[in-house]
């Protein structure tokens, strides 16, 4: 049995004052505030000068994945509103890329306001205006107990992701304190996001507009994209005292061999835009370890993987980067798909990742453990200099760079 640390939820929280979490983006995403961390020192600038803080020729990766407009309203003919906020397929498919393209009928996962109200057997109708083209969509509880709602609609032209983008709403995080407006379907969105199937933005690249990742390039870095589909799990309060016993989130991803041929190739430092993006790269270090050790090549990390293995007999990066370029070589793959619940916390050695661009998260949050594995004590330090410099908070709020090494 691995000797798991005991982290104490106090110990990963601070007094985050509601004034200080954003509740709208600021208008020119590139104006945000941004903090850089290098080696225990900390500057202040604004995030469209990045390029300055970032290390000669990094190497980026950026999540590209789309939020997609997941939350859906249901009325009733008593005038109840029924809310259901979508969190992954069930049938036909799992893959979130797949179930995106559904015709006709499909299940997912869901949370459910006022599912008391909506009793079993009973079809929610909805009509969505599909272009110039009204489509029936129904609904109902297929699985009370796990939350499982099954879709159908009236034509076999239109995929599920055409009802939802018609229907839907943008699923805001719980701590911004208002209705999704208009300006928030564009807002709550990376200008590089491709892949549908994300309930909630990977916010630390809210702050990149086109320009600025053109600069980027004609600096010479080198700026590259992998896809982690971000469920609502990502908001889900820590309730463990200790926080290792706390159940974490499986999420979708899928990355390239080009990835992972810059990855092997790159010899500068590897900037993770994103604590999705990081989770992913670390994954990929696990994945290859897994392939070396002989323990099959699916791409699943289980939440404590990293901490139940020999230290002393694991791989370096490019040992376990190339091992699966040669599984995907092996099976003729160009991208390959997996999921990963891999839980982030200190003492944990981060194989990939040399530096972060995150934003300010919350008290006693998985990300905040992720944060202080990064960084060390020194996340105190951070976050007390942000509060005491009036950055904004969370998702709309502003950016940090954090270069340890």
């Known amino acids: 049995m691995?000797?798991?640390p005991k982290l104490d939820l106090e110990k990963f929280s601070y007094t985050l004052p509601e004034e200080k979490i954003a509740q709208y983006p600021l208008e020119k995403r590139e104006e945000s505030k941004l903090l850089v961390y290098h080696q225990g020192a900390i500057q202040h600038g604004i995030f469209k000068d990045i390029g300055q803080y970032l290390p000669p020729k990094s190497l980026l990766f950026f999540n590209d994945t789309r939020v997609i407009p997941a939350r859906l309203f249901f009325q009733k003919e008593t005038g109840a509103l029924i809310e259901v906020l979508l969190l992954q397929p069930e049938a036909p498919v799992k893959d979130i890329n797949q179930a995106m393209q559904v015709k006709s009928a499909c299940s997912w996962q869901c949370m459910v306001g006022n599912l008391k109200k909506w009793k079993d057997g009973q079809t929610l109708e909805q009509v969505v205006d599909c272009g110039k083209t009204p489509v029936r969509l129904r609904a109902k509880v297929e699985n009370r107990e796990n939350k499982i709602i099954a879709f159908q609609w009236d034509n076999t032209g239109i995929c599920f992701v055409d009802l939802i983008e018609a229907f839907g709403k943008v699923p805001l995080p719980p701590y911004i304190d208002r209705d999704a407006e208009e300006d928030d379907a564009p807002r709550y969105q990376t200008v590089y996001s491709h892949h549908d199937g994300a309930v909630a933005a990977p916010t630390a690249g809210l702050h990149f507009n086109e320009h600025l990742m053109r600069q980027l390039e004609k600096n010479g870095h080198v700026l590259d994209y992998?896809?982690?589909h971000i469920g609502a799990g990502t908001f889900q309060p820590v309730k463990e005292k200790n926080m290792v016993d706390h159940p974490m989130h499986c999420e979708q991803l899928c990355v390239s061999l080009q990835n992972l041929k810059n990855l092997c190739n790159h010899k500068a430092p590897v900037i993770a835009v994103g604590t999705t993006s990081m989770r992913t790269l670390e994954s990929i270090y696990w994945l290859g370890v897994k392939l070396l050790k002989g323990m099959g090549g699916k791409f699943q990390i289980s939440k404590l993987m990293a901490y139940e293995m020999d230290q002393k007999s694991l791989p370096d990066k490019n040992e376990a980067i190339k091992a699966v370029v040669k599984h995907m070589q092996d099976i003729q793959a160009e991208t390959i798909y997996g999921e990963t619940e891999m839980m982030i916390f200190p003492g944990y050695r981060f194989r990939?990742?040399?530096?972060?661009?995150?934003?300010y998260h919350m008290p006693g949050s998985t990300l905040m453990l992720l944060v202080a594995a990064f960084i060390g004590e020194d996340w105190?330090?951070?976050?007390?200099?942000?509060?005491?410099n009036d950055y904004r908070f969370l998702s709309y709020g502003d950016s940090s760079l954090l270069l340890p090494g």
């Open 2 to 4: 691995v000797n798991l």
């Open 352 to 359: 990939v990742c040399e530096g972060l661009i995150t934003n």
């Open 380 to 388: 105190r330090k951070v976050y007390k200099e942000a509060l005491e």
């Open 226 to 228: 992998l896809t982690l």
